[in-house]
């Protein structure tokens, strides 16, 4: 039973600098999430899509972020010119079509930003 | 808007019962999750309330009140692996939306 898996794990990269975070939900899950965490505190949502579209957007998703879902499988979440402050923990969760609001969660990608 | 509160911290000793209280202030309010979270780890799913009354799962049991916008998670008999951060997080369906608390990190003693 595969669940979700997002690469790489952990990621250093200088400020100003562009990075991308993929993320593989768990096979036919067509709800997909991204969360943002920073140590001490719970998750923050970041985006939803539902299949290939993305259907809700944080006010926390500034215009540095953007996130797709192309095939409507798997996700990329990329940061332009980041910045210190976005270094946290960047969560995957994806969800059955139908009824089950459970979101299962990949281990996540830890971001640093020296 | 969306406000979610539970307590920082909780300790307690192996065997024994906690209780993670958790209150809620949301616009649109479809269930209560909490979640397990280890240190370094993604959460994981306990449990799923959406009518009022308790839950019973094993030794973890979550109650719900909608009037009152309260939650909690029991931990009965507790061992040491549940030293962890615990997750209360409020669902909207318009979005499929968790909005997450802070977490309570528990820390079980021998």
């Known amino acids: 039973d595969t669940g979700v898996s997002q690469d790489p794990r952990h990621k250093i990269t200088k400020r100003g600098q562009n990075v991308t975070f993929r993320c593989d939900p768990i096979?036919?899950?067509?709800?997909l999430y991204w969360y943002r965490q920073t140590l001490g505190q719970g998750p923050e949502f970041l985006t939803y899509?539902?299949?290939?579209?993305?259907?809700?957007k944080s006010r926390l998703l500034s215009d540095r972020f953007s996130a797709e879902r192309p095939k409507g499988s798997f996700s990329t979440l990329e940061i332009q010119r980041t910045e210190q402050g976005d270094s946290a923990m960047y969560l995957c969760?994806?969800?059955?079509?139908?009824?089950?609001?459970?979101?299962?969660f990949g281990p996540g990608t830890r971001l640093t930003v020296t | 808007g969306q406000n979610i509160d539970q307590p920082t911290e909780m300790t307690a000793t192996e065997g024994a019962i906690v209780q993670i209280n958790c209150t809620y202030q949301t616009s649109g309010f479809n269930g209560l999750f909490w979640y397990q979270q280890h240190a370094g780890e993604a959460p994981t799913f306990l449990s799923y309330n959406v009518l009022d009354g308790l839950e019973e799962k094993g030794r973890f049991s979550s109650f719900l009140s909608r009037s009152k916008g309260y939650s909690y998670l029991l931990l009965k008999e507790l061992q040491m692996k549940d030293s962890a951060s615990y997750l209360c997080a409020a669902f909207k369906a318009a979005g499929n939306k968790l909005t997450f608390g802070g977490g309570t990190r528990v820390l079980v003693k021998p």
């Open positions: 096979s036919e899950h067509n709800r």
């Open positions: 899509f539902q299949n290939e579209a993305q259907l809700e």
């Open positions: 969760a994806s969800s059955p079509p139908g009824g089950g609001n459970e979101q299962y």
